[in-house]
């Protein structure tokens, strides 16, 4: 009884949502997968036609292993430094009542709201050599010559890092205030200490949070390039830097593709890989963040 | 198992939060091997207290005794309790050996031995063979017993439970009620146990604190908490009761213009309520000969209720009392119409009176 119409309403229903979503679609696969895999072409060629080039120079010059050498060097430090500030705030953040809760992470979460050139441009007014921090030190008497603080390795670590707490603390956080308080009770019932019951419970159970925080600084880091650029001080040269300067500098589409595909290729393999620690955590009964 | 059960002194234990009072100068004394319940409304202060003799909340002022050592301001991992949550907080991350053998292993228990007494505990809790189930694979009765096995495993001296059935449905929660029974026979520990289901606290207790507003309203057998209790808060929380207003003047009850025979009649004249439960009345024809106290009634409405037949009465002054029959075949037969003018007969020892508010 009534097939027909309702098969039709189902069907109406169906292309009502695909008409909703085509123009996501179109943008995603016009503007983004097209031209990348447009890219992905490219990365193979020179100037001779098809070749392994651009790939078999990464390998090569040293220029080019210095550049994923930094890269690699800046995203782990600035992800270990982030989750060492970044987890004991997100801590701190969950255990505050729910009003005082809410105006921390709101100051925690006013760097995404503000454009990254001024927050960059605010670290040079901060640190440079005669900025605000070497003049505060040095009147205080607790340094004797001015710190090299910005124009370097330091500088864009700094300026990273900053931009990069907010993405550790939000799944951190989440994954910390959706624990229930008996789980730190029962361990403390049962005899562990503050440390032990941290060490054995409340890490295990906030891992995934972590993990995810983790691995979302990582990758973001691997790809950063303003902060660098601006506080770098042309002494640190980042991979999305380089495919920068291969572009507008040597106008060399090839070579700045093959340095993107490899780019893609190490952030894909990580998600990946956290996938599969993840789901693994999971399976023993954790909830995901 | 038992390592030796500890009696516990609380004395004049307060707690507020800002302007509230939760715990008004609380005194209780635990005898060793003793199952105590805390039973009270929400609200009442009954798990605020728990969770102080537990260590997770700092009172404002007070004593707190478990044997001869003054525990008060021990943080909870040094009190060597065991306490069961009504969330059973087993840790997901851990398998059901490894919940259990926790304590165990923080305690520096070599691993042979650890393996013996996890398998020990999880045998008395009828989880032999669940050691390496994961968490997320029990049932929420099997959650239940890992969390008991896992507070027990260490032979505390003191077992603290909140609420712990209240998350298991009906049948399985009298089944784990008379396990709790057994295992509380068999171990001996003291225990302190809170609920707000009062069937709960009569079958499992020793004895019963019933907490209102931050007091001990009553503490008492549950024999003698149902059968004399020893306010109005106290007959109108435990049991379903209707109260009649009763006057004692010069040692004789009145209720209206009858006399109250009383197995236990009050020391003092004054105002009072009769305390009527269901269970206590029967109905005989009106004018019956015979003794106790009578009231005339009529028949308002009677509704089949599977077990029993719920009977409500109302009384020539307007009031509705209920009676509880038997669902037998014979007493359905022999039950009056509605609208039929009935007697009812409470016996003397039964007809208890509190004190009015």
């Not at chain 1, 500098?249 to 952030?267: I, R």
């Not at chain 2, 478990?66 to 997901?92: D, I, K």
């Not at chain 2, 009072?272 to 003794?291: C, D, M, T």
């Amino acid at each position: 009884m009534n097939v027909a119409g309702l098969r039709a309403d189902a069907a109406r229903e169906r292309a009502v949502l695909a008409a909703l979503a085509s123009p996501a679609f179109l943008i995603l696969g016009g503007l983004l997968f097209i031209p990348a895999g447009w890219l992905f072409w490219l990365s193979f060629y020179d100037e001779t036609g098809l070749s392994l080039a651009n790939y078999r120079r990464m390998v090569t010059e040293p220029a080019y292993l210095s550049v994923f050498g930094v890269t690699l060097e800046l995203s782990l430090l600035v992800t270990v430094l982030a989750v060492c500030l970044g987890y004991p705030l997100a801590y701190m953040i969950a255990k505050l009542p729910g009003r005082a809760a809410t105006i921390c992470l709101t100051l925690v979460l006013v760097p995404f709201w503000t454009a990254l050139l001024v927050r960059t441009y605010a670290w040079l007014v901060l640190l440079q050599r005669r900025g605000i921090l070497n003049t505060l030190l040095m009147k205080w008497g607790l340094i004797d010559q001015l710190l090299a603080l910005v124009h370097n390795f330091t500088g864009t670590a700094i300026g990273m890092l900053h931009i990069m707490i907010p993405f550790l603390v939000l799944p951190v956080y989440a994954n910390m205030r959706a624990l229930d308080h008996d789980y730190m009770r029962a361990a403390a019932s049962l005899g562990a200490s503050p440390a032990s019951a941290f060490w054995r419970v409340y890490l295990p159970l906030t891992f995934p949070g972590l993990a995810a925080g983790t691995v979302m600084v990582f990758v973001i880091c691997l790809g950063f390039y303003v902060t660098p650029q601006f506080l770098g001080g042309g002494r640190v040269t980042t991979v999305s830097m380089k495919i920068q300067q291969n572009v507008t500098t040597y106008v060399d589409w090839g070579a700045a593709s093959a340095l993107g595909v490899v780019l893609f290729v190490m952030t894909a393999g990580i998600f990946w890989l956290a996938s599969r620690v993840l789901s693994l955590r999971s399976l023993t009964g954790m909830q995901p963040p | 198992m038992s390592g030796g059960a500890l009696p516990i002194a609380v004395r004049e234990l307060t707690k507020r939060y800002g302007q509230a009072t939760v715990l008004d100068g609380v005194d209780i004394d635990v005898a060793s091997g003793e199952f105590l319940t805390l039973l009270g409304p929400s609200g009442s202060g009954k798990t605020t207290l728990l969770m102080i003799l537990a260590g997770f909340t700092r009172p404002d002022a007070g004593s707190l005794r478990f044997g001869a050592q003054e525990m008060v301001r021990t943080p909870p991992h040094r009190r060597n309790l065991g306490v069961v949550f009504q969330s059973y907080a087993l840790f997901p991350h851990m398998d059901v050996a490894g919940n259990v053998g926790f304590p165990l292993s923080l305690r520096g228990v070599s691993v042979d031995e650890r393996r013996r007494r996890v398998r020990t505990a999880l045998e008395l809790v009828r989880l032999d063979d669940f050691g390496s189930r994961r968490i997320d694979q029990l049932s929420g009765g099997q959650r239940q017993r890992v969390a008991l096995a896992r507070a027990i495993v260490f032979e505390p001296g003191v077992l603290l439970m909140d609420e712990p059935l209240s998350a298991l449905d009906k049948k399985l929660r009298e089944q784990m009620q008379i396990e709790l029974r057994r295992l509380h026979a068999r171990l001996g520990m003291t225990v302190i146990y809170v609920t707000h289901d009062q069937r709960e606290a009569l079958t499992l207790s020793d004895r019963i604190a019933v907490i209102d507003h931050g007091r001990i309203q009553q503490i008492d057998t549950p024999r003698r908490l149902y059968e004399r209790p020893g306010s109005h808060f106290v007959a109108d929380f435990i049991g379903d009761s209707t109260f009649l207003p009763v006057s004692v003047i010069d040692g004789v009850a009145r209720w209206q213009d009858r006399v109250l025979a009383l197995a236990d009649p009050p020391a003092m004249d004054g105002k009072f309520l009769l305390v009527i439960r269901p269970e206590k009345l029967a109905i005989v024809g009106v004018g019956a000969a015979g003794g106790g106290n009578r009231i005339d009634a009529v028949v308002e409405d009677i509704v089949y209720q599977g077990d029993s037949l719920r009977i409500d009465l109302r009384l020539a002054d307007g009031a509705v009392i209920t009676l509880n029959e038997p669902a037998r075949a014979a007493r359905i037969a022999a039950l009056p119409a509605r609208g039929a003018a009935v007697g009812l007969v409470m016996d003397p020892a039964d007809t208890l009176l509190v004190p009015a508010p």
